[in-house]
C-alpha cells in the first residue's frame, strides 16, 4: 500500500510542503475531499494583483486590439511614406571666397522619421498572465482544485502560439470561464468555453458564415468546421461518441453567426449574434431537428451535447486516466460516468467521486510529473516565488511552455517527460535551483519533512551524504519521490 499522504499530495496535488503530510497523515483521503468544501475563495479570486494584467478577457481583447490596429496604421503609413520619391542629394552652391576652378559641394539629406513603436502588449499580458497562475499555485490551499483548474483548461485548450489575440486573452479566459465552473456543471463551462474570445478566435468560429445565409450569399463566404469538429470529438461526445461527419457539417452550421465584436461595435469584445450571418431552417445534428431559429439552437444543441450518454463515459475516462493513468480501472470510469449523469455534469460531483473511490488511492504506475507541474512543485516545496524567468526557461526547456499545446488535444496525459534529455536538463535546472536557494537550509530535515514514510533508503542516504547543502537540494528535487506521482 502506497504511503497515503505522499498520495494525498502527489497524485491530487501539487507536491508536498514541509509539514504538510504530517498535517493531514490522521485522515488523508478526507483532506483532499474537504478542499472541494473549502475552495470557493481559491477558485473564484485569490488573484495577484498587477498592472498588466487585465481584469477581463474583454478589456484583453481591447488592449491587444487596439494594438493591432495602431501597428496596422503605422506599418501603412510607413509604406506610403516609402513610395514616396526619395529624397535627393542638393548641391549647395560654393561660396564667394572660394579660388577660381574649385567647387564645394555639400549633401542634405531630409531624415525619414521612424518612432519606434511601443512593445506588444500581448507579450506583457501573457507573461503577467503566467506569473499570477504561478504564484497562485505554490501559495493554494487547494492544490486538488487547481490540479482540476488545470484539468479543464487542458480539456478546453487554447494555443497561445497561435495569434497574439489568444496570447492576451488566455490567461483571462481560464480565469473567467474554466476556474469558476470547475466545481460547477459541464454545461455551464462548455458554453462559456465555446462563446469565449479565446475559443472563438483559436478554432476561427469567428469567421465562420452560413452559406446559405444573407452574408454568405452576398460576400461568398461559408463555414468553417473547427469548432463544431472539437467540441465532439474532444470537448463532449469523444471520437468514438457516436457522430458522423454530416453531424460535424450540421453543428457547425449551428455555429455559424457567433462571433466577436470589434473595435467598431458598442461593446468590443463581446459574444454577439449576427442573424444575417447564420445559416437559416431547421437544422438537424446526430438525429435530432433543431427548428428554433438564431440564438436557441446553439443553447439547445450544447444542452444535449452536454447531457449525451458518450459525454459522460468520455469525461470520465478523461479525469480517471489524468489523475490515475492509463490503467485506471475500469470500475472507477463507471462511478464517474454515473455520477456525471445522475447529478446532470456538476464537475464538483464528480471530483468527489473520483477521491472517494477505493479505486483512485490503489497503487499505479508512476509517471514523471509534467514541466510546469515541476517548477510548481519546487516553489511549493521551498516555500519561495521562483522568478517567472526560470519557470518560463524549464517549461520551454522541456517542451511545455504555458498555454503553448501542440494541438487543440492539448497535452496528453500519458506523454512522456523522463526522456534522456529531459532528465538532464531537469537535473540542470535543480542543480541550478541549490546554487541559488540552498542557502542555510537543513535539507535532510527539509526531505523527511515533504515525505515522511515515503521517503525511501536510497534518496535519505544520498541527500545525508551529499558534499554540500547545494548537491543536497539537487538531489532531492531529482529524486524519484519529487520527481514521480
Known amino acids: ?13 501539487l507536491g508536498s510542503r ?24 481559491s477558485v ?51 561660396p564667394t571666397m572660394a579660388t577660381a576652378g574649385q567647387v564645394t559641394k555639400a549633401v542634405a539629406q531630409v531624415p525619414v522619421a521612424t518612432p519606434q513603436r511601443p512593445p506588444d502588449p500581448a507579450n506583457q499580458i501573457f507573461q503577467a498572465e503566467v506569473e499570477a497562475r504561478f504564484k497562485r499555485a505554490v501559495a493554494t490551499s487547494a492544490p486538488f482544485v487547481e490540479r482540476l483548474v488545470w484539468f479543464w483548461s487542458n480539456h478546453f485548450c487554447v494555443a497561445v502560439n497561435k495569434d497574439q489575440m489568444i496570447r492576451a486573452t488566455a490567461g483571462a479566459y481560464e480565469r473567467e470561464v474554466i476556474r469558476p465552473n470547475v466545481l460547477g456543471r459541464f454545461r455551464d463551462m462548455l458554453g462559456g468555453v465555446v462563446h469565449s474570445i479565446a475559443m472563438q478566435n483559436f478554432l476561427d468560429n469567428r469567421g465562420s ?46 455555429l455559424t453567426g457567433w462571433t466577436i465584436a470589434d473595435m467598431d461595435a458598442v461593446d468590443p469584445g463581446a459574444t454577439v449574434f449576427i442573424a444575417e450571418a447564420h445559416d437559416p431552417g431547421p437544422i438537424e445534428v446526430m438525429g435530432k431537428t433543431y427548428a428554433e431559429p438564431g440564438r436557441g439552437q446553439l443553447d439547445q444543441a450544447l444542452d444535449d451535447l452536454a447531457r449525451h450518454p458518450s459525454t459522460a463515459t468520455f469525461i470520465a475516462g478523461k479525469l480517471a486516466g489524468h489523475f490515475i493513468g ?41 509517471r514523471t510529473i509534467p514541466p510546469w507541474d515541476y517548477a510548481v512543485s519546487v516553489g511549493r516545496a521551498l516555500e ?23 494541438s487543440p488535444k492539448g497535452w496528453a496525459d500519458d506523454e512522456d517527460w523522463s526522456g534522456t534529455a529531459a532528465l538532464l536538463e531537469r537535473l540542470d535546472w535543480a542543480d541550478d535551483i541549490g546554487r541559488r536557494f540552498a ?30 547543502r547545494q548537491q543536497a537540494l539537487a538531489l532531492m528535487l531529482m529524486s524519484p519521490e519529487f520527481q514521480r506521482r
Open 384 to 406: 519561495i516565488d521562483l522568478p517567472i524567468w526560470m519557470v518560463n526557461r524549464i517549461v520551454d526547456l522541456l517542451g511545455q511552455r504555458t498555454w503553448e499545446v501542440p
Open 439 to 468: 542557502g542555510q537550509r537543513d535539507v535532510s530535515a527539509l526531505v523527511q519533512s515533504l515525505f515522511e514514510d515515503g521517503l525511501s533508503r536510497d534518496t535519505a542516504t544520498a541527500v545525508h551524504r551529499a558534499e554540500s
Open 18 to 41: 514541509p509539514g504538510e503530510l504530517a498535517a493531514l497523515r490522521s485522515d488523508p483521503r478526507g483532506s483532499v475531499i474537504a478542499q472541494l468544501g473549502n475552495a470557493a475563495a
Open 209 to 254: 458564415v452560413g452559406p446559405n445565409s444573407l452574408v454568405g450569399r452576398w460576400h461568398k463566404r461559408g463555414l468553417n468546421e473547427n469548432l463544431a469538429r472539437e467540441l465532439m470529438e474532444l470537448h463532449t461526445l469523444g471520437v468514438e461518441g457516436g457522430y458522423s461527419q454530416t453531424d460535424v457539417t450540421q453543428l457547425a452550421r449551428i
Open 1 to 13: 500500500m502506497a504511503f497515503q499522504p505522499l498520495l494525498a499530495v502527489k497524485r491530487f496535488g
Open 326 to 366: 492509463a490503467d485506471a480501472p475500469p470500475a472507477l470510469v463507471d462511478t464517474l460516468a454515473e455520477t456525471f449523469r445522475r447529478t446532470d455534469g456538476h464537475l464538483g460531483e464528480v471530483a468527489k467521486a473520483l477521491v472517494s473511490s477505493d479505486h483512485a488511492w490503489a497503487p499505479a504506475a508512476p
Open 44 to 94: 473564484t479570486s485569490d488573484h495577484p494583483p498587477s498592472s498588466a494584467l487585465p481584469g477581463t478577457t474583454r478589456e484583453a481583447f481591447v488592449v491587444a486590439r487596439r494594438y493591432q490596429i495602431e501597428n496596422s496604421i503605422a506599418a501603412s503609413t510607413k509604406l506610403v511614406a516609402a513610395e514616396l520619391p526619395k529624397p535627393t542629394e542638393v548641391a549647395i552652391a560654393a
